[in-house]
């Protein structure tokens, strides 16, 4: 079955990194876009970075940008969150989703309802 493993989460000082990973299993991910998204406690679960297939296309959400970076590894079917200067704001589950557009109109969506595959979550906390 399809699978979306993530891993990488942790506890980290803030200023510090982590690199989160994202293995998917099951099927072929071409053409899928890849997102993570996070949730921290009590709000709601937002996109936070995506990459299309062939890299050529990357969002960031402005809380991130410049210190986020998001890229894949095809031929390991793994998506990768880089994250540097982390803030304690930053604290959250991430989430590895997988979504695409039937109808080739949009290459990401910031709503959960776009993505077909879930991974179960890891968790990152950041210490001030």
């Known amino acids: 079955q399809v699978q979306l493993v993530e891993s990488g989460g942790g506890l980290v000082q803030a200023g510090g990194s982590l690199r989160l990973s994202c293995a998917a299993s099951?099927?072929?991910?071409?053409?899928?876009?890849m997102g993570w998204f996070r949730q921290a406690p009590g709000k709601e679960r937002v996109l936070v970075a995506a990459?299309?297939?062939?890299?050529?296309?990357?969002y960031y959400a402005d809380s991130v940008k410049g210190r986020f970076t998001i890229s894949r590894d095809n031929a390991k079917n793994t998506v990768y969150l880089q994250m540097n200067s982390l803030k304690p704001e930053d604290t959250a589950v991430y989430y590895c989703?997988?979504?695409?557009?039937?109808?080739?109109?949009?290459?990401?969506?910031?709503?959960?309802?776009?993505?077909?595959?879930w991974g179960q979550g890891t968790q990152v906390t950041v210490s001030s």
């Open positions: 099951g099927r072929t991910f071409s053409g899928y876009t």
């Open positions: 990459i299309t297939w062939s890299g050529g296309n990357i």
């Open positions: 989703a997988a979504g695409r557009d039937p109808y080739g109109v949009s290459w990401y969506s910031s709503r959960r309802s776009w993505y077909d595959y």
